[in-house]
């Protein structure tokens, strides 16, 4: 089946950076999408970018400009998502998810990201 | 900037009894291809984010037909028939016509 499963969470200090991976598996990588959604504590959906693992190409949103890097390794049928100079804000669950013609699914589990000194 | 709103923001629900929320878009979500770019999903607690409309009006694969979605250009409603217990969680509708955008949630809670 198809199905996206993240790395495990992390623990990072303020200025640090993660690398959050996401693997797919019961369909062809490279053939579609992959979003970038985080989640804040208690909080709702923030849509941050999204890779195209075929051609490499990207887009992000305007508010992670900068500190952002989506990759992807269609070897590995594995997407990636880099987040610099974190902050304690920073804190969330992130979540990939598969772009279709009918929407975001799957989803990953979610990866979580705690930022604290 | 396009904005999402939905209403309402608080539902609680009676098994049993229907269940609808509203969400608006300041753009229209209308394509000259006839599909409205509004999707719905359900985060149920403690899980991730599913699909359950896209398109506007479209169920996903899986989804039960007491979930239906209705509405074109800036208004859209996502309607369940009968609620059910496993049907708590917080309803977001995302606008996919552009860089998408979600709306800012509905929580679903049984009464």
């Known amino acids: 089946q198809v199905q996206l499963v993240q790395s495990g969470a992390e623990v990072k200090k303020p200025g640090a950076s993660v690398k959050v991976s996401c693997k797919a598996s019961?369909?062809?990588?490279?053939?579609?999408?992959i979003h970038w959604v985080r989640q804040a504590p208690g909080q709702g959906l923030e849509w941050m970018g999204w890779?195209?693992?075929?051609?490499?190409?990207?887009k992000y949103a305007q508010k992670f400009q900068g500190r952002i890097t989506m990759t992807g390794d269609t070897s590995i049928s594995t997407a990636y998502m880099e987040l610099n100079s974190l902050r304690s804000d920073d804190t969330a669950v992130f979540y990939c998810?598969?772009?279709?013609?009918?929407?975001?699914?799957?989803w990953g589990q979610g990866t979580l990201v705690t930022v604290s000194s | 900037d396009v904005v999402m709103t939905q209403s309402p923001l608080y539902l609680p629900v009676t098994p049993g009894e229907p269940a609808s929320i509203s969400c608006r878009s300041s753009?229209?979500?209308?394509?000259?291809?006839?599909?409205?770019?509004l999707d719905w999903y359900l985060q149920k607690p403690g899980q991730s984010p599913q699909l359950l409309i896209y398109l506007g009006s479209n169920r996903a694969s899986g989804v039960p037909d007491r979930f239906s979605g209705s509405g074109s250009g800036t208004d859209f409603t996502l309607k369940i028939s009968r609620v059910e217990a496993e049907d708590v969680g917080v309803y977001y509708c995302m606008q996919a016509l552009q860089t998408p955008l979600f709306g800012p949630g509905t929580k679903v809670d049984i009464k």
């Open positions: 753009q229209s979500l209308l394509q000259r291809n006839g599909y409205n770019y």
């Open positions: 019961g369909y062809t990588f490279s053939a579609y999408y």
């Open positions: 890779i195209s693992p075929k051609s490499g190409d990207t």
């Open positions: 998810a598969r772009e279709t013609l009918a929407g975001f699914d799957p």
